[in-house]
């Protein structure tokens, strides 16, 4: 059994995506959906895109979300840091 102290390691791609990133609020209520993987996640309106902009974006790298599309795709853009 781990030490109540010690932190799992990530076992998914969303728990490493997501850990110290802030994605879960950035991608909270959106749909994503990979355009090269056989990878989709969440639920509402679909973000898509290949694999690497969306976990680019999903880390809040403004520059990845220019290469996503669908009705989403304005949410997320709004949550990217400035």
Same mark, same amino acid.
């Given at each position: 059994? !781990? =030490?109540?102290?010690?932190?799992?390691?990530?076992?998914? $791609?969303?728990?490493?995506?997501? &850990?110290?990133?802030? @994605? #879960?609020?950035?991608?909270? /209520? +959106? #749909?994503?959906? @990979?355009? =090269? $993987? =056989?990878?989709?996640?969440?639920?509402? !309106?679909?973000?898509?895109?290949? /694999?690497? &902009? +969306?976990?680019?974006?999903?880390?809040?790298?403004?520059? &990845?979300? /220019?290469?996503?599309?669908? !009705?989403?795709?304005?949410? $997320?853009?709004?949550?990217? !840091?400035?």
């Amino acid at each position: 059994m !781990p =030490d109540q102290g010690q932190q799992q390691p990530p076992t998914t $791609l969303m728990d490493m995506a997501c &850990a110290g990133l802030r @994605a #879960r609020s950035r991608i909270r /209520g +959106l #749909r994503l959906q @990979a355009t =090269d $993987l =056989d990878w989709a996640f969440g639920k509402g !309106p679909e973000v898509r895109g290949p /694999g690497e &902009a +969306l976990l680019m974006a999903m880390a809040g790298r403004r520059q &990845a979300v /220019g290469e996503l599309t669908s !009705p989403g795709q304005p949410r $997320l853009a709004a949550r990217m !840091p400035t």
